[in-house]
């Protein structure tokens, strides 16, 4: 059983315009929450972060909103930019458990010039 | 500049040969993990480790050993390999196991 689910596998935006990746959770006491950006031939790289303690974080282009109460998150890009594409994986931490990090499947955006 | 490292990148070899992928980290991070990719499944993890000679099974264990002998280095070790470890390795190091991760850049492994 999935505990992070991305249901979208791919995304296609035009260049300019807002890009939205989705992200549900089954566990209700995961508190910390991650989005990861990998370019192919790279490793995954860090992007943007928040804790349940907040429902909004924002860093330049990119926003990330959590909706607990629907178990829900989304990354949202404005403006999506070529180099924007990649594949996003969201991912889910308890921090109060000695459970690790849980990653969700990926989705691939494809941003078009 | 801090990294992640991984050796060798690409890496194709027959089933039941012992091979060992290496990882090592300049950032002094205690914790580090070892996940595989394959498509449509995304990243699981094989195994962390949360100090020098502390490591635990993952997600995906079966068929891989670590080991974490220096707090820079973490190999992975598949004893016999089998077709079905045919994927993309990433190895991670973090210095907290709920906080950002660094990978580095992957091995791919084919076992034919």
């Known amino acids: 059983d999935q505990q992070v689910k991305q249901n979208s596998p791919s995304l296609s935006v035009q260049e300019g315009r807002i890009s939205i990746l989705n992200c549900d959770y089954t566990?209700?006491?995961?508190?910390?929450f991650l989005w990861y950006k990998k370019y192919p031939a790279e490793g995954p790289t860090f992007l943007i972060s928040?804790?349940?303690?907040?429902d909004k974080n924002e860093d330049g282009r990119f926003t990330v909103f959590l909706n607990k109460s629907a178990k829900h998150l989304s990354l949202h890009i404005v403006p999506s930019q070529p180099g924007d594409s990649a594949v996003y994986f969201c991912?889910?931490?308890?921090?109060?458990?000695?459970?690790?990090?849980?990653f969700g499947k990926g989705t691939k955006l494809s941003v078009k010039p | 500049e801090a990294q992640v490292t991984q050796n060798p990148r690409y890496l194709i070899t027959v089933t039941g040969k012992k091979l060992t992928v290496t990882c090592s980290q300049n950032?002094?991070?205690?914790?580090m993990s070892w996940y595989r990719q394959d498509p449509g499944l995304g990243l699981r993890q094989i195994y962390y480790s949360m100090n020098v000679e502390v490591t635990d099974k993952g997600d995906v264990p079966e068929g891989y050993k670590v080991s974490r002998k220096e707090k820079r280095n973490f190999p992975l070790i598949l004893e016999s390999p089998s077709p079905n470890q045919t994927s993309l390795y990433f190895c991670?190091?973090?210095?907290?196991?709920?906080?950002?991760?660094?990978f580095g850049p992957g091995t791919r492994l084919t076992v034919t």
């Open positions: 566990n209700s006491m995961f508190d910390y």
């Open positions: 991912a889910a931490s308890d921090r109060g458990s000695q459970g690790n990090l849980i």
């Open positions: 928040i804790s349940s303690i907040k």
């Open positions: 991670a190091s973090t210095p907290n196991r709920h906080g950002e991760q660094y």
């Open positions: 950032m002094n991070h205690e914790y």
